[in-house]
């Protein structure tokens, strides 16, 4: 017969547990926060592409045109449909801190591709939404669709948000790293490397957000 465990290991068992209790806890808080925050953001880019470009009369000339449209959102149904996939994918390592820093190191370059193409035409499409914005069928639209969907934000502070979320990855990750105790030396340098690499990914999208800032002031004195 199979032996049972007797009580003397069963509460070996659960000092143990309860000795690790603590830390698991914080990681899994980390973790859990790291997920469900790309999950918002995807949900926030979804609701951005539903309540603006889809309800968007485009039979009528007199709201956004194509091109405005185009202009003004750019890549952010590339950035959605990136966003969706790597939330399934952190969802997948929810239970492996070191693995889920992985995920963070095998998209780097997208990141970079991603939200660095976003920064750097950023100006460009608040330029076209100002502009846009003289037209009063279009002002009306955009209300429209603020009320309608009870937004809280302007269609100008919605778009900043991409660039908000990608340049918060660092400090969500340095928070992983210092919840997680207990790991080998050759874990803990991979986590020592997703924070090195993603904060140089963030740098990267910072100088190119300050190079667009600096370039779109000093056309705006021209004009």
Known sequence: DMLQPGPAD?????DVLGAEQPHVMK??????EIIQ???DHHKAIQSLLQDYIHSCPTESPAVLSDKELSAIFHNVDDIRMFSVKFAKRLESQEDDPVQLCQCFLDEQDTFVSLYG???SHFPQSIAVLHAAEQRPAVKEFLHACELRSNRRLSLHTDLIRPIQRVLKYPLLLRELKKSVVGLDVIAMELLTETVDAINSMAQKINSLKAEQEQSAALQSRFL
């Open 37 to 39: 925050t790309e999950l």
């Open 117 to 119: 193409s976003y920064v």
């Open 27 to 32: 990681w899994r808080h980390v973790v859990r």
């Open 10 to 14: 069963q509460q070996q068992e659960e």
